[in-house]
């Protein structure tokens, strides 16, 4: 038996929004493995383990994703969205240092919409010309560190997404997120809240900095600043594909 590990995205939510091969691999699957809300999205039918485990557990279920294809599983881990962004593959990666059994596996990525891209194309084009994310998440890196990149992006002048913007034990770093944007960029600079985007709970909110309020975010909202030359076109928001040196 040859079993193999497919790492993939569901995307941000819709059912259409998951890509044919991902809805393959999850048809030949033996098991899937993931954090609770992402399993729970996968129809159970006989012949389909699921492993549902809590989010801080990752490097674990990776190696479990990892032994169970070694033992001839045909296994799926899954994540939201795109599974490259902030989410599973690093991990299985991270699993398989150490391991050249593990590096010999049938191992693929499998890409999915990721939040920030089905935000922007709902909201028009704010990721129209450069761009970069960011995840506000102090789990993995020191609050001194996103500060440190927060003023650089802010600095070069591009639009930025934030990811896990705030979260109940973290309620307060997105306001400091606010406040250093506040301190560099003009009031009128354009920031899309975007909730549970593709989802029957999808909400969607522009405000310009001066009105934007930490509690409009939460762990179901992906951030976009803009950048300065970010604008408005009837309900629609872009940023032009030129930009002038600064
Ligand atoms: N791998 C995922 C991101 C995981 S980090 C992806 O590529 O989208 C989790 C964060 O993603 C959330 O805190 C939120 O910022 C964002 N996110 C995921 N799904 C979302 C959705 N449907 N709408 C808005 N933001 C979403």
Known sequence: MSGWLCIAGLGPGADAQITPEVTQALAEATDVLGYIP???????RSGLTLHPSDNREELERARAALALAAEGGRVVL?????????????????????????????????????????????AGAPLGHDFCALNLSDNLK?????EQ????VVGA???????NPRSAN????????????RETCAPDRLLLFARAVSTPQERLLWVPLGAAQADMADMRT????????TRRVGRFVYTPRSARAA
């Not at 050249?100 to 919409?113: E, K, M």
């Not at 990149?149 to 650089?152: C, G, K, N, T």
């Not at 973290?170 to 944007?181: A, C, G, S």
Request: aromatic share 10%; no cysteine; net charge neutral.
């Open 38 to 44: 992402y399993v729970a999205r996968v129809a159970p």
């Open 78 to 122: 899954v994540s939201s969205g795109d599974p490259g962004v902030f989410a599973m593959a690093a991990a299985v990666f991270e699993a398989m240092e150490g391991r050249p059994d593990w590096q010999a596996l049938d191992v693929r990525v499998l890409p999915g919409i990721t939040a920030m891209l089905a935000a922007a194309a709902r």
């Open 142 to 146: 020191p609050w001194s560190l996103i």
């Open 149 to 152: 990149r927060l003023r650089a």
């Open 157 to 163: 002048d591009m639009a930025v997404a934030f990811y």
């Open 170 to 181: 973290r309620p307060h770093t997105f306001e400091q997120v606010l406040q250093v944007l």
């Open 222 to 229: 992906v951030v976009i600043v803009g950048s300065s030359t």
